[in-house]
């Protein structure tokens, strides 16, 4: 089989499990072999495989000869959801975010080792840096990925570094070492600042987020550039984040009080 045919095949496969998982609603949410091979014109033993595989990865289970879905499906739409109610418990407070200080907000997210942008509101005069909702960026070059990573576990971290600290901007850091310092520093503070590493003459700003259960689960940023974000302004932005980033905590559901901390 050439490797076309090969991957034409998976592609095939992927399709018609997808199809599958379809097929459970609120309606309908327990089929048999049989029912979903008549219903997607099947052949029995290609869903009875697909199937199979399914229930090896938790996206259906198996009771008795009839399937339902699975857990693997509900730890999916409960990241889908949270991700939902961040977007939307952010917006009024990113919108007075950027009134205040008159730069681009976002929220970010850790992906892998990765940050994505799940919400942002631009200023009048934004940066070119191509920051857009579900575009990804280094996490050792921003300073939403810095504050999202010091909030892991050592492994984690060590994890991210040994697959390589990538040289973005002119002030990237690529030493391990001075990167996990600097991850104990921005724990320690909750806001993390990054000037020239993602871009030149660019400075990013970020505080951590909290959900009702104590994590941290995202973080808003503030972008502008360096001339616009100089050193006599950067206390006043740290401030105004760190106040805006409680803020959306507390929507999350966030009591301090209840796990012995107090706010940034």
């Known amino acids: 089989m050439s490797s076309f045919t090969k991957q034409t095949s998976v592609l095939q496969s992927v399709r018609n499990g997808l199809r599958i998982l379809q097929l459970f609603t609120s309606e309908s949410p327990v089929w048999g072999l049989t029912e979903i091979a008549n219903k997607l014109q099947l052949n029995k033993s290609t869903v009875s495989r697909l199937v199979t595989d399914l229930v090896a990865e938790g996206f259906l289970q198996k009771e008795e000869k009839k399937y339902s879905l699975g857990f693997s499906l509900l730890s999916m739409s409960g990241v889908i959801t949270s ?49 857009s909702i579900g575009k990804k960026n280094p996490v050792s070059c921003t300073s939403a990925g810095k504050v999202l990573l010091a909030y892991k576990s050592n492994d984690r971290i060590n994890s991210l570094i040994e ?42 700003i970020a505080a951590s987020v909290r959900d009702y259960t104590g994590d941290v689960v995202a973080a808003v940023s503030v972008v502008g550039t360096r001339e616009r974000i100089h050193d006599q302004k950067i206390h006043q932005f740290v401030e105004t984040i760190i106040e805006a980033a409680n803020e959306v905590s507390i929507r999350l559901g966030y009591i301090p009080s209840a796990f012995g901390k107090e706010l940034h």
């Not at 977007?87 to 009024?92: V, Y």
């Not at 310092?181 to 600042?193: M, N, P, R």
């Open 83 to 131: 991700h939902l109610e961040i977007h939307r418990e952010s917006k009024d407070i990113l919108k007075k975010l950027v009134a205040d200080l008159g730069e681009t907000a976002h929220i970010a997210i850790l992906e892998g080792n990765e940050i994505t942008y799940v919400h942002k509101i631009e200023c009048q005069n934004p940066v070119r840096l191509l920051s």
């Open 163 to 204: 697959a390589g600290l990538q040289q973005m901007g002119p002030n990237s850091v690529t030493d391990s070492d001075q990167l996990k310092a600097q991850l104990i520093q921005i724990k320690e503070q909750g806001y993390s600042i990054c000037i020239n590493e993602m871009h030149e003459d660019v400075v990013s």
